[in-house]
């Protein structure tokens, strides 16, 4: 093969190369643009829900997803079954202690977790991606979150909702379960205190 041939394929291959990086610096990018996207199975299929221009996803009562098996070891080394609080609204909140927004809105979540007990809502974190636990038992005790966390370090608990329901696709992510531990609305980004009581005032509303 003559040097003028050999010259275009190193051209092209070196194109490749740059094209790659560059897509995998967008990938790299977007990943970070949130704490991650998820790696749930779910967000296709035919859905019942509808987003509002708050982000906010809800669905109507009678048109949603039951939540799926949520329990295990907690991480503060007790245990929790989400499906034991059927009867409450349950605030699902997943997070994680590497997440710059999760340590944002932890200060919201437990200020409403406070003021809601009493009025019959269980706040309820899923801790992920903490390859230890004492970086989840060191960002409890640094935001002085009070509610229990399952310790679900490889995502299994993610991996369980169904595709095409309110599922958790991002960290941080939080849901609400109505009071037949069904999935009510979900946010994908961190929440204010403002419209964490936004999502959860219609469904504790309902009899």
Same mark, same amino acid.
């Given at each position: 093969?003559?040097?003028?041939?050999?010259?275009?394929?190193?051209?092209?291959? %070196?194109?490749?190369?740059?094209?790659?990086?560059?897509?995998?610096?967008?990938?790299?990018?977007?990943?970070?643009?949130?704490?991650?996207?998820?790696?749930t199975?779910?967000?296709g299929? =035919?859905?019942?829900?509808?987003?509002?221009?708050?982000?906010?996803?809800?669905?109507?009562?009678?048109?949603?997803?039951?939540?799926?098996?949520?329990?295990?070891?907690?991480?503060d080394?007790?245990? %929790? =079954?989400? +499906?034991?609080?059927?009867?409450?609204?349950?605030?699902?909140n997943?997070?994680?202690?590497?997440?710059?927004?999760?340590?944002?809105?932890?200060?919201?979540?437990?200020?409403?977790?406070?003021?809601?007990?009493?009025?019959?809502?269980?706040?309820?974190?899923?801790? @992920?991606?903490?390859?230890s636990v004492?970086? %989840?038992?060191?960002?409890?005790?640094?935001?002085?979150? @009070?509610?229990?966390?399952?310790? =679900?370090?490889?995502?299994?608990? &993610?991996?369980?909702?169904?595709?095409? @329901?309110?599922?958790p696709?991002?960290?941080?992510?939080?849901?609400?379960? =109505?009071?037949?531990?069904?999935?009510?609305?979900?946010?994908? +980004?961190?929440?204010s205190?403002?419209?964490?009581?936004? &999502?959860?005032?219609?469904?504790?509303?309902?009899?």
């Amino acid at each position: 093969m003559s040097a003028a041939s050999r010259a275009p394929m190193r051209s092209n291959r %070196a194109h490749r190369r740059v094209v790659l990086t560059t897509a995998g610096a967008a990938v790299a990018a977007l990943l970070m643009s949130a704490c991650s996207s998820g790696g749930t199975s779910g967000g296709g299929g =035919d859905t019942n829900f509808v987003m509002g221009k708050d982000g906010i996803s809800t669905a109507k009562k009678g048109e949603r997803a039951e939540a799926p098996d949520l329990s295990g070891k907690t991480v503060d080394g007790s245990t %929790a =079954d989400v +499906a034991s609080f059927k009867g409450k609204i349950v605030v699902l909140n997943v997070w994680g202690s590497w997440c710059a927004p999760c340590r944002a809105e932890a200060p919201n979540l437990e200020k409403v977790n406070k003021d809601l007990k009493a009025k019959g809502v269980q706040f309820v974190g899923i801790n @992920t991606r903490d390859t230890s636990v004492q970086n %989840a038992r060191s960002f409890e005790k640094d935001e002085g979150i @009070t509610f229990p966390s399952l310790y =679900d370090p490889t995502g299994k608990l &993610m991996l369980r909702f169904k595709k095409g @329901t309110l599922n958790p696709q991002a960290v941080p992510s939080t849901l609400i379960l =109505d009071r037949e531990g069904k999935i009510a609305a979900r946010s994908l +980004a961190a929440l204010s205190e403002e419209k964490l009581r936004k &999502m959860i005032a219609p469904v504790l509303a309902e009899k």
